[in-house]
């Protein structure tokens, strides 16, 4: 059995603690930070300079920002696919799931109040 590397924390043979939660180390923190910062640069670089048009940039910036959602979850939240992440993602899923489904309705109901509520479309009595 090992010493437990921090208060109430017991390790396996693997360097993971008991319930499964891999230990993170100062080169994984440093390269998720590495990471996150060229990801926050590189949009802000874009829209600050201003030398590609916004149907260029919106797009970049949208698909830099998922992939800065991602680092996030690998690099500081430590979701990966072990065994004992099982809840975490179905939990995570879930939370997306439900996020999803709220913004997609209330897009879907302002739509249909301005179509039907536009004042040249009223009866007029």
Do not use: K
């Not at 008991?18 to 640069?41: E, K, M, P």
């Amino acid at each position: 059995m090992h010493e437990p590397r921090g208060p109430f924390i017991a390790t396996t043979a693997h360097g993971r603690a008991a319930g499964g939660a891999a230990h993170a180390d100062v080169r994984s923190y440093l390269t998720g930070f590495l990471l996150s910062a060229v990801l926050t640069f590189i949009p802000f670089a874009l829209v600050m300079s201003g030398t590609a048009p916004a149907a260029t940039v919106i797009p970049i910036c949208v698909a830099l920002g998922v992939a800065q959602i991602i680092v996030h979850l690998v690099y500081f939240l430590h979701m990966d696919g072990s065994s004992g992440q099982t809840w975490n993602t179905a939990a995570f899923v879930f939370t997306f799931v439900v996020v999803a489904i709220l913004v997609a309705g209330s897009l879907w109901v302002m739509y249909h109040l301005d179509t039907n509520m536009m004042p040249g479309m009223m009866p007029t009595g």
